[in-house]
Every structure is written in C-alpha cells, then in structure tokens.
C-alpha cells in the first residue's frame, strides 16, 4: 500500500463546475496536509495547508480533513481553465519535516 | 520578498561525472529540503536540514548523493559519479521551521546525465 494515494485521472471538469480532489494517506499519526498544484514543466506551488479535522476555505478552495478516515480533499469551486494542472497530495507523516506525496492527480477544466 | 532560488536550472552531465547543485532558500526560513522528481517515481525526499544538520537523510539513494549546509543558508546537493537513472529535476524546499510548516519550492534544477 503506498503512503498516499491519489487517483491519477484525468479529472475532467465543465468551467464554473466544483473539482473535487480525494487523498488517501496510511500514516495515522500524520498530522499535517498538505495540497499542491503543479503546471506542466513547473515546480509544485502551495496552495492549501491542513492541521485540524473539518474543513479550511481560502477563496475558491477548501480542504477537508477526516483523521479517523486518513483522508484528505481539495474541492475547487467556479474552476477556470486556468486550475487545469496536477494537484498533488502532500502528508508529513509522524513528527518528522519530510513530506510524502501522492501522484497526483490531472485535472482538465474544459471552456 | 525573494523565494527560494536553485542553480543552474539546467545540467547536463556525461555519465560518470560529478554535478553540485545549489540551493538558496527564503530568507529566515531555517529548515530546508531536496526532492527529486522523475516520471516514473513521482515527487520523492531526499533529506532535511534544520540549520546546518541533517536529521534525516533517508531518502538519498545511494552514497553517491551528499548534501551539506552551511551558515543555516546555503545548501549543495552533491551527486558523484552521476548514473542515467540519477536523471530526474532535483527540487529544493524551504520552511520557517522542519515538522509540519508549509514548505515553499524553487523552480528546480533539471538533470540529464548521457
């Protein structure tokens, strides 16, 4: 079982449609999470923090954190072409400072 | 403010040969980080630092891979006798602190050895 796991895609939304993207991760002591998004050939930008179960809003994204489930999601609300990217899944597993991160998953906003 | 810089950006390298890749991060962030990315492996750790030691090493691949930092600044990530499987974009992270801060990323320095 990887430590964290995504779906690959691609994921395949109308503009002005929510994305939802889902993280699985193995680890329960994992304490922080951790959403990245990364544009072909570029480097990953952060995007999303999460400590604490429930959700957490920053404009047109929430995460949402289940610890008992180990399970991670960025929702993307009114997506624009311009969100079409990978979006990875980061975990820092114990009280270590390493992140590990899922695959990623491909997400395609379509005009 | 300035984010976290890598140089060069690009490196091509003969099999066989020695490469150092440099990596400075945000001003006043005291951990930092080396990933390396590859198709077929994803986005994987190679080792942390916070300031100039390294508590945790266990992503580097072989011992042909060191890093060190100096002046809590600074970080060289050293590859010896580089392989074609060491080819991948080797991506420096920095953080305020190590243990779950938010870790910011430069643009990368991508690796190719013939």
């Known amino acids: 079982q990887k430590e964290v796991e995504q779906n690959s895609g691609p994921l395949s939304v109308p503009e002005g449609a929510i994305a939802s993207l889902n993280c699985t991760y193995s680890?329960?002591?994992?304490?922080?999470f951790f959403w990245y998004r990364q544009y072909s050939g570029k480097s990953p930008e952060l995007i999303m923090s999460?400590?604490?179960?429930g959700d957490k809003e920053d404009g047109r994204f929430t995460a949402q954190l289940n610890k008992a489930s180990q399970y991670v999601s960025l929702l993307i609300r009114d997506s624009q072409p311009s969100d079409s990217a990978t979006y990875l899944c980061?975990?820092?597993?114990?009280?270590?400072?390493?992140?590990?991160f899922g695959q990623g998953t491909t997400l395609q906003v379509k005009p | 403010g300035a984010g976290v810089s890598q140089s060069p950006s690009n490196k091509v390298t003969e099999k066989g040969k020695d490469v150092e890749l440099r990596c400075d991060p945000i001003?006043?962030?005291?951990?930092l980080y080396w990933y390396r990315q590859s198709l077929g492996q994803g986005l994987e750790f190679l080792i942390y630092f916070q300031g100039n030691s390294a508590p945790d090493k266990s992503g580097l691949p072989s011992d042909r891979f060191s890093a060190e930092r100096t002046g809590g600044s600074v970080s060289t990530l050293t590859i010896q006798r580089t392989q074609q499987e060491d080819s991948a974009v080797y991506l420096c992270?920095?953080?305020?602190?190590?243990?779950?801060?938010?870790?910011?990323f430069g643009p990368g320095t991508r690796l190719t050895v013939l």
């Open positions: 680890d329960r002591v994992s304490q922080s």
């Open positions: 999460i400590y604490s179960n």
């Open positions: 992270a920095s953080s305020l602190a190590a243990r779950g801060n938010e870790q910011f």
């Open positions: 001003s006043g962030h005291t951990a």
């Open positions: 980061a975990v820092n597993p114990g009280n270590t400072g390493k992140l590990i």
